[in-house]
T-cell receptor, first 119, second 114 residues
């Protein structure tokens, strides 16, 4: 089974509108972390936002917020007031075993969503 | 603070050759992870090094190897290149002390195998 599922291969959004990118995950761990990265055409992965499984509040970073619904195992990224520079691939990723002392740096990525902002 | 750097940025090799890619982490970061990105398989974890020791490993053949130096810089080596090794290779660094820390990625090395 896929550990990270992103069901939207591509999205087109009008500039200045808000957009929600979907992500569902599958894990049996109680402690895990969820990440969103942005990958422009240049290839570099840019960290956007992090949500820990025990965090009670939804994470926010500027125009980015994470709609974390633990019971549904979803971690959707919300971008408010989209800009032309937001056009890129967006990846949801999970790290399991976050609560353990042993470092587990492995990130499991979804297949990504290509977001295109229309002027 | 300087970000993660990777060299070279682009590389063209032929089948059967070997290649070495380099990654310099953010200053103070002790963990370096490597990922392979292809259109068909997406982003896949190769391995992670922390304090010169391989701490995690993905499901890749033994042709893929790596190492980390005392200054935390890391190299990845692929021997006997195959056409399917053509990919964007990304490295990421983090402090490595706890698994809650964010990994910061470099710009990647685009490898083309002919």
């Amino acid at each position: 089974a896929q550990k990270i599922t992103q069901t939207q291969p591509g999205m087109f959004v009008q500039e200045k509108e808000a957009v929600t990118l979907d992500c569902t995950y599958d894990t049996s761990d109680q402690s895990y972390g969820l990440f969103w990265y942005k990958q422009p055409s240049s290839g570099e992965m840019i960290f956007l936002i992090y949500q820990g499984s025990y965090d009670e509040q939804n994470a926010t970073e500027g125009r980015y917020s994470l709609n974390f619904q633990k019971a549904r195992k979803s971690a959707n990224l919300v971008i408010s007031a989209s800009q032309l520079g937001d056009s890129a691939m967006y990846f949801c990723a999970m790290r399991e075993g976050v609560g353990s002392n042993f470092g587990n740096e492995k990130l499991t990525f979804g297949t990504g969503t290509r977001l295109t902002i229309i002027p | 603070k300087a970000g993660v750097t990777q060299t070279p940025r682009y590389l063209i090799k032929t089948r059967g050759q070997q290649v070495t890619l380099s990654c310099s982490p953010i200053s103070g970061h002790r963990s370096v992870s490597w990922y392979q990105q292809t259109p068909g398989q997406g982003l896949q974890f190769l391995f992670e090094y922390f304090s010169e020791t391989q701490r995690n490993k993905g499901n890749f053949p033994g042709r893929f190897s790596g190492r980390q130096f005392s200054n935390s810089r890391s190299e990845m080596n692929v021997s006997t290149l195959e056409l399917g090794d053509s990919a964007l290779y990304l490295c990421a660094s983090s402090l490595g002390g706890t698994a809650q820390e964010t990994q910061y990625f470099g710009p990647g090395t685009r490898l083309l195998v002919l």
